[in-house]
Every structure is written in structure tokens, then in C-alpha cells.
């Protein structure tokens, strides 16, 4: 996940410098598969160059500028692990991709509210698309909200689904997408759940169990940009400058606080890096309105599942450390599990630094130990780990790929109805500042459930 877009390398004296250039001409995707988990960490540790798209145990995915190819085989080799290049040039499967959208896009001329869902849209589309669900004839309640502004004054909606106008106060599902520019496939996803639950009478008795809030797309001026060119692509973070450097955006999934800004567990300080965390935590705007939503809405709140793609994974909590485990792991597992039992091809689940890798600062941790809302999930949609397609698969399996995790996530809320409640009571408490000494062991007697509370 890391330099994304752009990285032309000069080597110097045996130095590596770094700049800023557009497009992925001859940009290679690599499997490594490393002798160890350890190994693995070792082999990407500091090699900010390396833009993982994928993990799965000891083995990664990624893209890598052509001219630094060799250096990584002697990384990897030196460690005993193996290197296979998978595509050999990813501009091109970023041209076979739009042409691919281009013809499908001519066999479907129409723009029905039907007809987009069948699409990755562009975010014109998608704005006018969240328009045509409000406004059409639907038996359902549903209301738009701004929870935000991007970095470039970009709306960041949310809408609202609710049996009937009355239901303000009740048990809520709340589901965000496109939090990584690139990861079409979630965003496609939320917009066919937005569907299901507007105007699909099967939905009716999700909506008697739930309120549900969905923003299709947190990151809008991302979502642009990767839309604009073939050389965009692979955009990953936001759009946010960064003073001091040539390098674009911060990696919003790197960028929430919790417990605290960490870019050194699984994010960079560097700006050029995909994972740049940013310059400190919420430093984001897109991050920011995300925070204050859940801050202000976790009374309602009962469940928070953040969209993002690749490699079929439903993880919860903790992503910061492998070390802490939250006190009702085992029921966010039993939960995610419920998942699988409604869907063909199996989801990893597990705690995300263990299922995973360890990557502080994201939003599923945020939700569950910033706002308190008890489950809390992130889902890596398909395409699965090692899959060709990686973040570009086909319009043509938006069907299938959304309609099979929606399954997997009615099945979780039909398991959240018999046991998620809305606090009636919330302690407070004056926390403990950051800067006290204490704050640490106060961080984790929270985590482990021995303090509670929001
Ligand atoms: O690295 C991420 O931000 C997520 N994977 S992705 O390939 N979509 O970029 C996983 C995030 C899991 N949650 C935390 N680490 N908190
Ligand atoms: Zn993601």
C-alpha cells in the first residue's frame, strides 16, 4: 500500500531519490511468498516503495516501480522466500479495465438507477445516483445528510433508511465505503445495499430490527481522482497537500486515532508512502467528519462495518496490536462467523493485526475504542487474496460480489438483532489526558473491559 501513484526513483550514489511522476508504465505485481510471517515484515519494513495491495499469512501482493524489481528479488531471495511477477505490466491492466468498462458501459446506454448499480461510477454519477434513491417511489423513509467536507469542499453524504419518519430513535447499522480510493468494489457494494434496503420489500424486517446509515463514499476526492485517468488508478489515500513535500494525501485508514496516532505500526511518516498517516491524528478532514459522526450518533449506533477491498477478510478489532485482544473478541467472532454460514466462498475472519497485519490508526478501531460501539468490523471485499484482478475486477461481477457480502452482513445483523442494545445508561468520565503517564494503562484496562464506558 504504499507509493501509490507515483514514484520515479533516480539511484545516486547507490541512494534511492524520490519524486513524483504519474502512470504505472511497466510497474510490475509481485507475489512473495517469505519463509515467515517475520520475514515477511522484514522484507517490506522500510521500503516505503513497495505498494502492498494485499496480505494473506507469510505471502503479499504488490506493485513495484520496474527499475527496483531486482533490488526486491535480492530482498526476498536473501530471506529465502520466493518472488513471482504476476502481471508484468500494470498500466496495461489498468487500460484493459477501462476498456472492459467501457464496453459495458455502451451495452447498458441508460442510466436507471437499475443500470448503475451494474457500474463502478465515476463520482458524478455516484452523487446523482444517491439522488435517484431518495427520490424515487420508495415505501421506506430515507433522508440525506452532510456529515462532512472533503479536503477539496467535496460533500460527504450519508443517508438514512428508516421503516417509517417516526423512527429517529432507534437501534442503528452503520456502513461506510470507499474510505481507499481505489477499492471500486466497495462502494459498488453500498450502493446495492442502499438499493436492497430502499426498494426491495424483503428488506422490510431489517428495518423494523435497524435504522441503517450509509455513506457510499468517505473519501470523494480520492474516489475522483482514480477515476480520472489510467494513470490514477491505483490512488489510495485522500487529496490533501502536504507542506513540505510533492507528495499528495494522507492514508485516511492510518489517520484515525486510536489509541493514539501510531504511523509506526503499519503506516508511514512518509508523505510519498500510501500508508502516510498524516500529520497527526485527524489530521483529515474526511477522517475528522467520520469521528464526529460516530462521537456524536454512538448512542444509536450499534454496529460499525467499514467497506474496503481486496481478499475476502472480516476483521474486527484490534488492528493497532497483536498483542491486545478486546474483552468480547470471542462474540465479534462467533458474529463475523454468522457470515459465513449465509455466503459460497468463505471469509477470513479474525482480529486484523492477527488475520491481517498490524496497521494502526484505522476506523474499525476508532469506532470500537474511540466511540465505544461494540461491534465493529472492517469487510476486505472480493475479489480473493492472489486473484488477478486485485482492486479491478470486472463491472460484470458487481452482482455477484455485492449481492454475496450482503448476505454475509444480513446474516451478522440478523445475529446483532438478538443481542445488540442501546445504552440506556452512558458513564462518563473525564478521561485521562494523553500526556499523563497513566494513560497508556488507562487505554488498556478499557480495552480489556476492566474500565466501561463510552
Ligand atoms: O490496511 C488497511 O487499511 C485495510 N486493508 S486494505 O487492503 N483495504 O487497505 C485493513 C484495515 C484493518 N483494520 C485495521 N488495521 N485497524
Ligand atoms: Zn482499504
Known amino acids: 500500500m504504499l507509493t501509490g501513484v507515483s514514484v520515479i526513483l533516480a539511484l545516486t550514489l547507490g541512494q534511492t531519490v524520490w519524486g513524483v511522476e504519474e502512470g504505472y508504465s511497466s510497474y510490475k505485481l509481485v507475489k512473495v511468498d ?18 502492498v495491495f494485499g496480505r494473506e499469512g507469510s505471502s503479499l501482493t504488490a506493485m513495484v516501480p520496474p527499475q527496483l524489481l531486482g533490488v526486491l528479488t535480492q530482498v526476498v531471495r536473501s530471506h529465502g522466500g520466493d518472488i513471482t511477477v504476476i502481471h508484468d505490466d500494470m498500466e496495461k491492466v489498468a487500460e484493459e479495465e477501462y476498456r472492459e468498462r467501457m464496453m459495458h458501459r455502451q451495452r447498458r446506454a441508460t442510466t436507471s438507477k437499475e443500470d448503475d448499480l451494474l457500474d463502478f461510477l465515476d463520482l458524478d454519477r455516484q452523487y446523482a445516483f444517491q439522488n435517484k434513491i431518495l427520490t424515487g417511489s420508495s415505501k421506506v423513509h430515507l433522508v440525506k445528510e452532510l456529515i462532512g467536507r472533503s479536503t477539496e469542499g467535496r460533500d460527504i453524504n450519508l443517508i438514512r433508511i428508516s421503516a417509517d419518519a417516526s423512527q429517529q430513535k432507534k437501534r442503528t447499522i452503520f456502513i461506510d465505503a470507499g474510505i481507499h480510493a481505489r477499492e471500486w468494489i466497495a462502494p459498488a457494494t453500498a450502493n446495492y445495499i442502499l438499493y436492497q434496503l430502499a426498494y426491495n420489500d424483503s428488506s422490510a424486517s431489517l428495518l423494523r430490527d435497524f435504522n441503517w446509515e450509509i455513506v457510499p463514499v468517505l473519501n470523494p476526492d480520492g474516489y475522483r481522482y482514480s477515476h480520472t485517468s489510467i494513470e490514477a488508478r491505483f490512488w489510495r489515500k485522500n487529496r490533501q497537500v502536504n507542506p513540505g513535500s510533492k507528495c499528495i494525501g494522507t492514508d485516511l485508514n492510518r489517520n484515525f486515532g486510536y489509541p493514539e496516532h501510531m504511523p509506526d505500526a503499519g503506516g508511514s511518516r512518509n508523505p510519498c508512502s500510501d500508508i502516510y498517516s498524516g500529520r497527526s491524528r485527524f489530521s483529515a478532514p474526511e477522517s475528522t467528519a467520520l469521528k464526529d459522526y460516530l462521537d456524536t450518533h454512538n448512542d444509536t449506533i450499534v454496529a460499525y462495518f467499514s467497506l474496503h477491498s481486496f481478499g475476502r477478510y472480516i476483521l474486527y478489532p484490534w488492528g493497532y496490536n497483536r498483542t491486545v485482544t478486546p474483552a468480547d473478541a470471542a462474540e465479534l467472532e462467533r458474529v463475523a462467523q454468522a457470515a459465513n454460514s449465509a455466503m459460497s466462498h468463505h471469509y477470513t475472519t479474525g482480529s486484523s493485526a492477527k488475520a491481517l497485519y498490524v496497521a494502526a490508526g484505522g476506523s474499525d478501531d476508532y469506532a470500537k475504542g474511540g466511540s465505544k460501539i461494540d461491534f465493529s468490523y472492517t469487510i476486505e471485499l472480493p475479489p480473493g487474496m492472489g486473484s488477478r484482478y486485485n482492486f479491478a475486477p470486472p463491472a460484470s461481477t458487481i452482482t455477484d460480489y455485492a449481492s454475496e457480502a450482503w448476505n454475509g452482513i444480513k446474516a451478522m445483523v440478523g445475529e446483532l438483532a438478538k443481542v445488540a442494545t442501546i445504552a440506556t445508561t452512558t458513564t462518563t468520565r473525564k478521561p485521562i489526558p494523553e500526556q499523563s503517564p497513566y494513560y ?7 480495552d480489556q473491559g476492566v474500565i466501561l464506558g463510552k
Open 34 to 51: 517469505a519463509a515467515s510471517l517475520e520475514h515477511l515484515n522484514n522484507i517490506v519494513r522500510g521500503r516505503d516503495w513497495v505498494d
Open 440 to 446: 497508556w494503562l488507562y487505554q488498556w484496562l478499557k
